[in-house]
């Protein structure tokens, strides 16, 4: 973590778990393809410590069916802000929630430069 992106990242890990509380997350390769090819996903996030092949798969995926795509934190970080396990790639279905962290994501890529 850099340190002047911390507080950015921590709220999208807030946002991510309040998004999962309200039902508004599916995680895990299988649901999160299931959402962009069914067209409920908004917001598509894998994280940085995922294979090649994962981030590749879904950042093709995402690019034919318009899907905003981010790599963002590690496996171990996503899956505790979600309250489970180590996840590799979610999707966020709800417009608001995904609006709302694609905007804590372009402030961190912002600042990382």
């Known amino acids: ?10 709220k999208v890990l807030s946002m991510l778990g309040l998004a999962t509380r309200s039902r508004n997350v599916v995680s895990g390769g299988f649901a999160t ?5 069914a067209g409920k996903a908004f917001l598509v996030l894998v994280t940085e ?3 090649d092949n994962t981030k590749k798969k879904f ?28 996840r590799t790639s979610l999707a966020v279905t709800d417009e608001g929630f995904a609006d709302s962290i694609r905007k804590h994501l372009e402030d961190l890529i912002i600042r990382r430069r």
């Not at 393809?33 to 090819?37: F, L, R, T």
């Not at 950042?59 to 180590?86: D, L, T």
């Open 1 to 10: 973590m850099h340190k002047d992106s911390e507080p950015e990242e921590k």
């Open 33 to 37: 393809e299931n959402a962009v090819k």
């Open 49 to 51: 410590d995922a294979s």
């Open 59 to 86: 950042r093709n995926m995402c690019e034919f069916y318009e899907v905003p795509f981010y790599q963002f934190g590690e496996k171990e970080a996503i899956g505790h802000s979600m309250g489970k396990q180590e």
